[in-house]
């Protein structure tokens, strides 16, 4: 069974800049053959799609965040990143990693302060 670990969130201020990273256990077969991704959740608000990045690596992002944030994989080490440049107060939120369609990691929480 995999399951991920997001890790590399915090406090930092507007304009600022945070990498996430989500470490994958499990078949290494199965990880790099779906698709990973990030999405957030700010309170009150419905958790929405950050980015995604294919096994090949081809990506797509939300409309909030491009230009801002490159998503990126390592297949050899089973893990994908979020960099998040340009920070806004809008990005605070719980960033989760998702692998395929239901794994999901428990989030780790970013803070953008104004």
């Known amino acids: 069974q995999v399951q991920l670990v997001e890790s590399g969130g915090g406090l930092v201020q507007a304009g600022g800049s945070l990498r996430l990273s989500c470490q994958a256990s499990?078949?290494?077969?199965?990880?790099?053959?779906?698709?990973m991704g990030w999405y957030r959740q700010a309170p009150g608000k419905q958790r929405e799609l950050v980015a995604t990045i294919t096994p090949r690596g081809n990506s797509y992002f939300g409309d909030s965040v491009k230009g801002r944030f490159t998503i990126s994989r390592d297949n050899s080490k089973k893990t994908v990143y979020l960099q998040m440049n340009s920070l806004k107060p809008e990005d605070t939120a719980v960033y989760y990693c998702k692998l395929g369609s239901d794994t999901w990691g428990r989030g780790t929480q970013v803070t953008v302060s104004s």
């Open positions: 499990g078949s290494i077969s199965t990880i790099n053959a779906n698709n």
